[in-house]
């Protein structure tokens, strides 16, 4: 028999109330604007927009103060409202080698044509809290320089590309499968595994990169090149015959070069893993990059044997608000399923206990068998 | 079709118009007077297109994730359909572009857009990439070499 329960209306009501006042805060503050979130907390809103795998800084801002600044919280916000869009059309591939630049660094060579150009960035800060965080101070804007007319940056994996050094990009305008539109199948290609891990969690990507670091998988990496900047987003128009440029969104790329492969017929070379994720997330794009190279495994006659070569493990998990789901569904009401395992096991208290006595009462039964 | 005779000027006009703030973009828009009403074909309506990268920058190409979109069409009375597709939720910004995009196609009008819209928002787009570019140069490394030991 099943008897539904219902109940808890005015308290779900009321914890919802309780939760908009908690977000709040207390009302002598000044509430956080959307442009403040935006801009002052634009790499929360980055993250957001990444893994929610929709680019709108103002609908991802407004999802962090939704969340009270649970980004994965926001992330789910924002993936529900992606929901409700329909798509208009695909972009032509943005080019990240007519990036403008705001961040690029090689780990590979010093003197790299186009330079280093280290950017707002944290390294080399000491990582102690600033005890001007306290105020609202005046803060100097960015110093400038003067751009020598031809300064152009080229990618690095080119520069070694040219020396047959470094496996090429195999360019090709095949249509990309789209894990949002059809089921996933394994084994998947390339392209849908960097659709997963653009919008797979920071987190566990950092881990499972770091994992390929420390022996799991080794891919002995070495950064070629993290480039942060603004590239054009080019549509095809039917309506007008031609391409227009919408807008331009940021992104950072990572090459990775890793280890060298050879075959017969092959020179060794150096294989590539690839990161790109919206906005300004080195540490993503990094992750994103080890992973990628990682699950190239069978391209190079690598053995599986490490979860971050596993693409099944890595595409199946990657996501948080697939986790989070499942993971947090265990705190709504199990009541009956709870019950049913609750009454197994008294019946085999209970059938123990008989068996028990029985085994007193018949001492003799047993030692016949 | 006398708008893909010129595609060039149509396209760097659009291009002009998406990269432009809406603030300014709108304030030039009213500065240009009374316009020929145009009436709405399609939209303004919010929607997604897929943003996609190339696997290693210039490989296969996968679909690296969404963005918001705008897009909206109108019709002059004297027949001319402007069209606009810009990143963003902005509705007003779409309406008036698209409207800008029809108007463009007369030749009384033309010139009057480019000089009074499409190139303030170019010099603005300009600006606003030099300022970019320059902060982003002065945080180039410099290396030197550190003389050691004895000649």
Partial sequence: MYVAVKGGEAAINNAHRLMADRRRGDRNVPGLTIEQIAGQLALAVDRVMAEGSLYDPDLAAMAVRQARGDLIEAIFLLRAYRTTLPRFNNSTPIDTATMRIERRVSATYKDIPGGQLLGPTFDYTHRLIDPAMTEDGPVEPGHRRPVESDACAPRVTDILNGEGLIEPDVFSNAEPSDLTREPTEYPVDRDLRLQALARGDEGFLLALGYSTQRGYGRTHPFVGEIRIGMVDVEIDMPELGFAVTVGSVRVTECQMVSQFKGSAGVKPRFTRGYGLVFGHSERKAMAMSLVDRALRADEFDEQRLAPAQDEEFVLEHCDNVQSTGFVEHLKLPHYVDFQAELDLLRQLHEDTTTATIDDDQAPLSEAAQ | ?151
């Fill in chain 2, 1 to 151: 079709m006398s708008s893909s005779i010129v595609p060039t000027k149509r396209k760097r006009m659009l291009d002009a118009f998406a990269a432009c703030d809406p603030v300014l973009l709108s304030e030039r828009y009213h500065a240009l007077g009374d316009l020929p009403a145009a009436a709405p074909v399609r939209g303004p309506e919010i929607g997604m297109i897929m943003l996609r990268g190339r696997a290693g920058g210039g490989g296969a190409p996968f679909n690296l994730g969404e963005a918001s979109v705008t897009r909206a069409s109108v019709k002059l009375a004297s027949g001319e359909v402007g069209h606009s597709l810009i990143l963003g939720r902005n509705a007003r910004k779409a309406q008036i572009v698209a409207h800008l995009d029809a108007l463009a196609q007369r030749s009384e009008w033309a010139p009057r857009i480019e000089q009074d819209v499409v190139q303030p928002a170019l010099a603005q787009r300009d600006a606003e990439r030099k300022r970019q570019a320059e902060e982003t140069e002065a945080t180039r490394v410099d290396f030197f070499t550190m003389v050691r030991g004895e000649d």
